[in-house]
């Protein structure tokens, strides 16, 4: 939950003490008991909200993905709830005859669960449909093909051979679908509703004024440990960033260590120190 929602909760909790008092004149045994109920009401809620647990073949499916494996036991727990949450909730339909498989679900949730993990479950809640081609697809809008996109209009789309491909090598810093969930990020922090502005003002002031100097440096041609795609614009600078930031943490780390800095700041995790606290 937001901070928002905690101080609305308090709010309304402030409120409903309020006419307990008045209604039960005070009777201190009426009120206990209905503070009792309203706490097994709302777990008994929560309970109905869990998800199902990951199956022993969906949990197989995660086994391979490199950010679960250095996760701690504590952590895998809390992962696993979040993967299991977003497949149940996000609706994923596949294109051109493709057939959305269990593995595609936990693969790509786990990739949103993985930007996000730094903070209080971002459930992403502004993108509710996951589009799912079999290879590149050719857009009308642009005339190109694309890996993926994302649209402010709640929808990501990936191309599974490009997601796959980021997959199998995990640490030449490309990887898609990192890629198009930084971009969810920034717009799902930028978009108003229960999940905004989860990014710090005073983080995002840090990242940005680093970013500047070497997104000008690439603009400029000059060589980068950042991909020269990141110069296309200040929302491909960042995704590019993310992705080798996950992938090739002590490399960027090594080259650039203010920007990985701001970077861990930002998102609220290091890749870096995951990797060597749990390999
Ligand atoms: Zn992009």
């Known amino acids: 939950m937001s901070t928002n929602q905690y101080s609305a909760i308090g709010f ?9 008092i008045v209604l039960s004149g005070g ?3 009426i009120m206990i008991g209905v503070a009792l109920l309203v706490v097994i009401l709302y777990f008994s809620f929560r309970a109905l909200k869990k998800p199902p647990a990951l199956t022993i073949q969906q949990k197989a499916i995660l ?7 250095t996760l701690t036991i ?3 727990k809390e992962f696993e709830y979040r993967v299991s949450y977003l497949t149940q909730n ?11 498989t269990d593995r595609m679900k936990i693969l790509i949730a786990a990739t949103i669960a993985q930007i996000g993990f730094g903070f209080e479950f971002i459930t992403f809640e502004d993108f ?8 590149a697809y050719y857009s009308k809008y642009t005339g190109h093909y694309h890996k993926g996109e994302v649209n402010a209009s709640g929808v990501i789309v990936l191309s599974w051979a490009d997601f796959l491909e980021g997959f199998k090598i995990s640490d030449d810093g490309y990887n898609v679908g990192l890629h198009e969930i930084a971009h969810a990020l920034r717009l799902e922090d930028a978009i108003p509703g229960d999940e905004y502005h989860f990014l710090k003002e005073t983080d995002l002031t840090v990242w940005n004024h680093v970013a500047e100097t070497e997104y000008d440096n690439i603009r400029a041609g000059k060589p980068s440990f950042i991909r020269s795609y990141a110069g ?3 929302q491909e600078f960042f995704a590019v960033c993310i992705e080798q930031f996950f992938e090739q943490p002590q490399g960027f780390y090594d080259a650039l260590p203010e920007l990985y800095k701001a970077m861990a700041r930002l998102i609220k995790q290091d890749p870096l120190k995951r990797k060597r606290n749990y390999f």
């Open 232 to 234: 296309t614009n200040r």
């Open 27 to 29: 009777n201190i045994a």
């Open 90 to 100: 996000k609706e994923f339909m596949g294109r051109k005859d493709l057939v959305v």
């Open 128 to 135: 509710d449909k996951i589009i799912i081609f079999p290879k």
């Open 74 to 76: 504590a952590e895998r």
């Open 12 to 20: 309304l909790g402030g409120i409903a003490l309020l006419f307990l």
């Open 63 to 69: 086994v391979d993905f490199d950010f679960y494996k």
